[in-house]
């Protein structure tokens, strides 16, 4: 297989532009300079309008779950409680972070299943200092009501910490409105930079909690990262991944080119003419939703067909130069998932459904061709 000709339809890492591969090949500066002060900031600027956040935001060298780290183990210690919100792989992820620094109170729903607000409500009613959410749960490709979650926890006076690993930059994240404390994003899904960042962004209160907390991590201490980040030349606390940063920075110039709204449409479009494309060859889509609940617009999760494992439709997709995904743990070959994320065009996403119509019709699945791309077509083409 020729990887520079590969079809990478994952969700993260994605295919990054070439001016982001080619700004990775810089020459390294020091990272206590002028000159990489003037990089974080601009990285800071541009992601602030990509969280829709005045918080204060903070580029760690490591990946999302650095950053899931970061914002758990900063706030809360042993003694405290933290609902964790689990419906899928990366909630039980933030569960098990928590379950490290604090007092879990798990409140778990069964993998592709909506979350339960009343549920929610009633353990926020008994008191937590935080509570995490994943916004879009990349493991079943469901949206999870992170505005509510918001609202409730303010409500109740816990610190909302939230996943937008695979939402931020693709989907409409709206940070200060739902008052989320600590949002996270990884660099290698919809920023379309390379693996090995995750950005979070923090709150004033977020921040008064953190100086309670006795035992935080040491390399991710986001109380470090402020001290760090509030000096006249900002810059990080231990030398960051520098050509990961120059990547990051093109990354978000395009992002600013494209502009976040068209961006976001992009991505509901692309991600809508995948499930349309699949209803239409009798595919079932995962995720079962109430009216809080939506269908991911970054990654679509698909029952697999019966008779086909998902793990055989990832195998024969990537034979045909697409790599998709299949499901983790308990999902594996339950599932296949799509990603639509990044610079991902109409031309991926066509691509993509033409060949999985090919990996169905050899396997028996359906017996002509063509309907799947004609109802993806016809998304693209009303939009
Ligand atoms: C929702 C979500 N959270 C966290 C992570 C973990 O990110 P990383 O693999 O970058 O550590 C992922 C990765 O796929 C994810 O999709």
Redesign the pocket.
């Known amino acids: 297989m020729d990887l520079e000709d590969t079809l990478l339809m994952m969700?993260?890492p994605v295919s990054v532009a070439p001016r982001v591969l080619r700004a990775m090949s810089k020459p390294m500066i020091n990272h206590r300079s002028a000159e990489f002060a003037g990089i974080y900031t601009d990285c800071r600027e541009i992601l602030s309008n990509i969280f829709k956040t005045d918080n204060d935001i903070f580029l760690l060298s490591g990946?999302?779950?650095?950053g899931?780290e970061a914002a758990v183990g900063s706030v809360v210690g042993k003694g405290d409680k933290v609902i964790a919100i689990e419906n899928g792989k990366?909630g039980e992820?933030f569960k098990d972070i928590a379950a490290l620094y604090a007092d879990v109170v798990p409140a778990v729903f069964e993998w592709g299943l909506p979350i339960d607000l009343e549920l929610i409500k009633e353990k926020l009613e008994e008191g937590a200092k935080a509570i995490t959410l994943?916004h879009?749960?990349?493991?079943t490709g469901i949206l999870n009501p992170a505005a509510e979650i918001g609202k409730l926890a303010r409500k109740h006076d816990a610190l909302f910490i939230m996943?937008g690993?695979?939402s931020i930059g693709g989907d409409d994240v709206r940070v200060d409105e739902w008052g989320v404390d600590i949002a996270v994003v990884?660099s290698?899904?919809c920023l379309a930079a390379p693996?090995g960042l995750?950005i979070v962004s923090v709150s004033e209160k977020a921040f008064e909690a953190m100086k309670e907390v006795t035992k935080r991590p040491y390399y991710n201490d986001l109380l470090a990262y402020k001290k760090s980040g509030d000096k006249p030349k900002p810059e990080t606390p231990y030398t960051p991944a520098i050509p990961l940063f120059y990547a990051l920075q093109e990354a978000l110039h395009i992002i600013k080119e494209e502009g976040m709204d068209a961006r976001i449409k992009r991505h509901r479009i692309l991600s809508e003419a995948v499930r349309a494309a699949v209803a239409e060859l009798n595919i079932e889509m995962f995720p079962q939703l109430n009216e809080s609940s939506h269908y991911s617009n970054t990654i679509s999760a698909m029952k697999a067909p019966a008779g086909i494992e998902g793990e055989d439709i990832k195998n024969d997709m990537r034979k045909q130069g697409v790599i998709i995904a299949g499901g983790q743990e308990r999902l594996k070959n339950k599932i296949f998932r799509i990603g639509c994320m990044g610079n991902v065009t109409s031309r991926d996403v066509l691509s993509t459904i033409q060949q999985l119509e090919i990996v169905l019709n050899k396997r028996g699945y359906i017996d002509s061709l063509g309907a799947g791309i004609e109802a993806a077509i016809r998304v693209i083409d009303r939009a």
């Open positions: 969700p993260g990946s999302g779950t650095a899931m990366f992820r994943v879009n749960e990349t493991s996943d690993v695979t990884g290698q899904k693996p995750s």
